[in-house]
Structures are given as structure tokens and as C-alpha cells.
């Protein structure tokens, strides 16, 4: 049957008194009908191949059957309707060739995994060894990118590149990042800034100071030689660490001459004036304009491409009103400014981590030059302590001045 719907074959009905007879005769000159199926006792339905039309219809003279064909099916009646629809068949096959081809590309991209690298950083290595949005899958080589995203990325740890689909799915996972280990090197804890203690909680070291003090930048605050020779009979030198909040004071300083203030305070009120000007003479209704105070803006537009030949030009103006400052509107707006300058003086030496406690600001105004400057004072919470390493010099000192000590007891 797969052959003669190769080849085309046809539904036919049948009807007359013989059908038996007509299906014996069939039998016997070697021609199959498929599908038989019976509608009444003088008419039924079935399928024969197309090369053995010509024979049933022989069969049937003697048996004076009526033969009516109901469907043509088949490969090649298939073919012979395409054939007459070819814009049909060339979008078909258009559509069946780009299918191909998108459903052979790669069209996304998905990277997991990635925490501390950038997501841009695997896509470039892709894109340097061929493969990326738009490229065949065949020339993908997910070994090879493997290998080359290792080798560009230190912290890719382990990698696997895997085509699913018009999809290329990469998952990474980075490298451990080592804890860096805790300096164990002979150290102090020392004031980084004058300042008045507020809170000491020392984790190693010995304290030399308490709250309340007044420290001087350098000065110790948890020493790293832990003595107790008078009292315990030992010593020993150690990292020094903890935690020590103090209240420091930071200065900034601005000047600003009043003169170099921009007098004017606009008001928002705006007037656009449009005219022409045609060789030289402007064109266009002269409106007055009712500002006291006012600046102008001026645009120009040249009509034609061409102004040597025709010097034709377009204006816009702008009027905007303002109102010249009082005295003591310049002298408030002075201040404003310079303490903006002011803070961001005494801002640049104050630790980002730091709380600001109070500010305070003193204003000094030069009648003459009309010069503004102030003064500010920020006062701030941080901690305060620095790492000072003791040199080998001083170790070998301490070493000495013990060991002596030791021996004398």
C-alpha cells in the first residue's frame, strides 16, 4: 500500500447488483482493493491503485457495475496540486531552509555561577575563541571553550559549556578565596589623630590609656609588650588589637570674595520675541518689554541653505527678568557657599566610617577686600588606633633588657 501511495491511488464507490462478482473478478486478475466497506446491499466503498484503474474498468463491462471516483490521494496527486501553487512551495521550502539554519545557530547565552566575576568577562572569552549569539553550533567546540575560559579566568575553578538546544549554557564555579591569616607580628596600637577617648576594648595588648584621656597623634593606646615581670615574673611581645572610639575635631577652611557672586536673582518670568531679517533689514512686530531687570538669549536660524544668495535669517529672543540682590541677601548667600566649601575641606580627613557628633562654623568678613571666610569645626566618633610593627632593632632590645632582668632575679 505504501508503494501506491507513492505511485496515487483512488477512493471509488461501486454500485450494482454484482458486487461479489465484482470483487471475485478482482481477485482474480490480481488487483487489491483496500479499505472494502459496505453502505448498502447494492453499493460500496473502496480503494484500488491508479495503475489498476484501467483493469477494474475492463473488469466492469461485463458486470455493468456503476464505478464513481470520490478522492484522489497519493504522493503523486500530492505534487501535481503543489505544482500549481509554486509560491506556496518556494515559501515552504524558504521556510524549511531558515528553519534550519536558526534552529543550527546559537541565539542565547546563560551564564550561572558567576559571583565575583563579570558575566561580560566569560562572554569575551567566548567571543575571542568563535562562539557567541549567531555563530553554527558545529563550529563550537565545548571542550575547547572549556579549556580557554580556565585559562583566561584565574578564578574559575571548574567550567561546563553545553549546547541545549539555540541554547549555550555555561556553568562556572570560582575558586575559594584564601582567608587571609591574622598578622602575628609584634605590634602597638597608636593614636592616628588627637583625639578623647571614649570607649577602649582591647583584644590583645596592654592598655595605656582610659576613657577620658586626651591622646596625641602617635602615642601608644594598647602597647604589644605585655609586661609583667614585677608582678608575674614574665613578659611577652604580641600583636596588639581592639577597638578604640575616640572624639575627633577636624578644622576646614574657605574663603569667597562677595564680589565674584552672581548678583542677580531671576524670577522665572520669560518673554520670546521671533522676527526676520531680510538683506539686512529685521522684520517682525516690535513688542516692548515691560522687564526693569532682564538678559537676553539670541538664536539664530538660517532659512535657506544657501545665505550668499539669499541672506535671509530667523531670531529668537529670550527675555528673562531678574532682580538684583540686596546687600544682605549676597552676605546670606555667601555663607551658604563658603560652608558648603568649608565642610568639604575638613570632610576630606574624615574617615568614611565615622558618625559626625556636631559642626560648628565661624565667620569672619573683610569690609575692604569683601572677602568671606569661615571656619568650621566638625566634630566626629571613629576609631583611632594604628598598627606600629616593632623594628627588629627594638626586639632585640626588649629580648636583651629581660633576659638581664631574669638573670639578676
Known sequence: MLEGYFKGMLMISVEGSNLERFINRCNAKGITLYNVARQRYDMMLCSIDLDNFKTVAAVNRELKCRIRVKRRYGLKFLLNRLSR???FVVGAAMFVIFLTVLSSSIWRIDVSGADRLQVTQILKVLEDNGAGV?????????????????????????????????????????????????????????????????????????????????????????????????????????????????????????????????????????KTVCTVKLFGVE??????????????????????????????YGYRRVYKEYRPLTAEEIYSLGQEKILTMAYNDANRLIPIEAETETQSTEYIYNEVTRV??????????????????FTDEEIAAIEQKYQGKKEQQ
Open 85 to 87: 501553487r509554486k509560491a
Open 283 to 312: 522684520l517682525g512686530q516690535k513688542r516692548s518689554v515691560e522687564f526693569e531687570n532682564y538678559t537676553v538669549e539670541t538664536e539664530e536660524y538660517k532659512l535657506f541653505s544657501r545665505g550668499a544668495l539669499f541672506p535671509i
Open 134 to 270: 549567531g555563530v553554527f553550533k558545529t563550529r563550537c567546540d565545548t571542550k575547547a571553550l572549556e579549556l580557554a575560559i580556565k585559562k583566561e579566568l584565574d578564578d574559575v575553578e571548574w567550567v561546563i559549556v553545553e549546547l541545549k538546544g539555540v541554547v549555550m549554557d555555561v556553568r562556572v564555579i570560582e575558586s575559594v578565596e584564601a582567608i587571609p591569616r591574622e598578622d602575628t607580628a609584634p605590634a602597638s596600637l597608636v593614636a592616628e589623630v588627637e583625639a578623647e577617648i571614649l570607649k577602649i576594648n582591647p583584644l590583645r595588648g596592654d592598655p595605656m590609656v582610659k576613657v577620658g584621656d586626651i591622646v596625641s597623634p602617635g602615642q601608644v593606646l594598647l602597647n604589644g609588650l605585655f609586661d609583667r615581670m614585677a608582678e608575674e615574673n614574665y613578659y611577652k611581645l604580641e600583636n596588639a588589637s581592639g577597638l578604640v572610639r575616640a572624639r575627633v575635631r577636624y578644622s576646614g577652611t574657605a574663603s569667597l570674595c562677595l564680589d565674584d557672586i552672581d548678583h542677580r536673582f531671576f524670577t522665572g518670568r520669560e
Open 372 to 389: 568671606l571666610t569661615a571656619n568650621t569645626t566638625v566634630t566626629v566618633i571613629h576609631n583611632i588606633g594604628v598598627k606600629r610593627l
